[in-house]
């Protein structure tokens, strides 16, 4: 059936239209946010639930998150507790994560805690690392001015005056002190204080920047490195959902459809109309009747990877947007195994995130690190005397596209990583209930993601802040909102990006 050409009908007749791709968490904030403030407001996404890398699915009385498995932003003032305050929602139950992460390195049984106590982090790394604390006190330093910064809600980067004036606004004395090392990578400071070549610090850091930053310390902007590296610790923090990271979504969906949003689930959107230079019009497929529509809007805001957008552009995308997409450098992607487990295969007081790697000499990534959550008991994910564990390590797309065999690759992949998992958790044919694996092809398929590439852009100094993707096109009335924008990482960084492309759509 070719597409019809009468747009959908409005609820809110004397409102302005928009339309959502995707029903991520920066796509659902966008969508709930502007039908609280009375724009009519359709968001169409693909899979069978929304969340996108924040959802969940169940297997055999188990819930396990996809993707993102914590959440900052849910103290006083930050980000996730601000919108659900002007959405008049209910936060969902969450509690603050202490310690944040325990991180082995090869050979070493005893970790590297990350305590959410500032007092009690500082003298933890002090113990692992002498020598090293001008360099985190110049860290804590970036970090309170960067957040102070960010909480004034700039634009970055700037495309119009507009921007400008926002990004100005948000400036204050202390912004100031982040100016000198606006070109700053992590390694170069390293070496500044003369820690280049402490093995045990650098490593750490790469570890723990590469589940943030997309990169390793060598090449990770200082001033997002100050944010990523500090944000754990009291009075911010990082916080698990009771239940499953489904409870993010499902409150932003129960706002969108208080205040007459709508959401459509098993719906791809093919493509992007311009005309006379502005967004229109997006093309939708109902995927079970195969049915086809074109929906005309006012503002058309897309919460998909940026690879994804110049794809629904087709030929209308500007060439010079293109080519910049095209040049960034490559994304990362994901192998995950989900285990369903008998509670005897959890050590006693195991930490509920960890982080090992277990060479020095291997890559970061490809197995030879994997980042471990652990469910609580109690928290919703796993029947009485049971438990989750999700592992992951980053991996290149292109080898999952091009491999000789498909199946045998994943099987090697999850019998490596359950071999490394045995290490540390009590996994025997008897404790393990329930497995499965996903790789770039199943984040591709059931997320929509170009290749299956996961985290976003990284955060380089030549793609972050002022040089990074902005949440605004080069086309008007098309918006890009997720991890592919400034700050753009974790749930509250689409968030983020989501309340900034409210502003500006209320600004237009």
Not at 16 to 40: M, N, W
Not at 77 to 103: K, S
Not at 429 to 448: C, D, M, N, V
């Amino acid at each position: 059936m070719g597409p019809s050409l009468t747009p959908v009908q409005s609820k809110h007749s004397n409102s302005q239209d928009v339309v959502v791709i995707g029903a991520g968490i920066g796509g659902l904030t966008a969508a709930a946010l502007l039908a609280h403030r009375g724009y009519c407001v359709r968001v169409y996404d693909q899979a069978i639930a929304p969340g996108g890398c924040a959802s969940t699915f169940q297997r055999r009385g188990f819930t396990f998150d996809v993707g993102a498995t914590q959440v900052a932003g849910l103290e006083p003032g930050g980000i996730h507790y601000r919108i659900f305050r002007e959405l008049e929602i209910e936060p969902p139950a969450a509690t603050p994560i202490d310690q944040a992460c325990a991180v082995y390195l090869p050979g070493e049984t005893t970790p590297i805690r990350v305590w959410r106590d500032p007092q009690r982090w500082k003298a933890e790394r002090q113990r692992q690392f002498p020598g090293s604390e001008p360099f985190w006190q110049l860290l804590n330093d970036l970090f309170r001015c960067s957040w102070a910064f960010q909480a004034r809600d700039p634009v970055l980067p700037p495309r119009n005056l507009w921007d400008l004036l926002q990004l100005t606004q948000a400036v204050r004395p202390g912004t100031l002190l982040t100016l000198p090392h606006t070109f700053s990578t992590v390694g170069q400071v390293l070496r500044w204080y003369g820690l280049g070549h402490d093995q045990r610090l650098r490593t750490f850091l790469d570890l723990q920047l590469k589940l943030y930053s997309q990169v390793d310390a060598e090449e990770t902007a200082l001033l997002y490195a100050a944010t990523a590296l500090s944000v754990a610790q009291e009075p911010q923090g990082l916080f698990h959902l009771q239940g499953s990271m489904q409870a993010l979504s499902d409150r932003l969906v129960a706002a969108l459809q208080r205040d007459g949003g709508e959401l459509k689930l098993r719906h791809t959107v093919e493509r992007v109309f311009v005309e006379k230079g502005r967004a229109v019009a997006v093309r939708v497929r109902h995927q079970k009747t195969g049915e086809t529509w074109i929906d005309r809007a006012d503002h058309i805001i897309a919460n998909v990877t940026a690879q994804n957008l110049v794809q629904l552009l087709a030929d209308q995308a500007p060439q010079g947007y293109s080519r910049r997409v095209e040049k960034l450098p490559p994304a990362s992607g994901a192998f995950v195994i989900y285990l369903g487990v008998d509670e005897a295969a959890i050590p006693a007081n195991c930490p509920p995130h960890l982080q090992f790697l277990y060479d020095y000499d291997g890559p970061i990534g490809e197995n030879n690190s994997l980042f471990v959550s652990v469910s609580h008991p109690g928290d919703g994910r796993a029947p009485a005397g049971k438990a989750t564990v999700i592992a992951s390590s980053f991996t290149n797309v292109n080898a999952w596209w091009h491999c000789a065999d498909y199946r045998a690759m994943k099987e090697r992949y999850t019998q490596e990583a359950i071999a490394k998992l045995s290490t540390f958790f009590h996994l025997t044919p008897t404790t393990i209930l329930h497995q499965e694996a996903a790789t770039p092809r199943t984040f591709a398929k059931y997320t929509g993601r170009d290749r299956g590439i996961v985290g976003g852009v990284g955060q380089r100094v030549s793609t972050f802040g002022p040089f990074g993707l902005a949440t605004r096109t080069p086309i008007p009335h098309l918006w890009l909102v997720g991890d592919s924008t400034h700050p753009g990482e974790g749930t509250a960084g689409v968030s983020y990006s989501a309340l900034t492309v409210v502003k500006q759509i209320e600004a237009t």
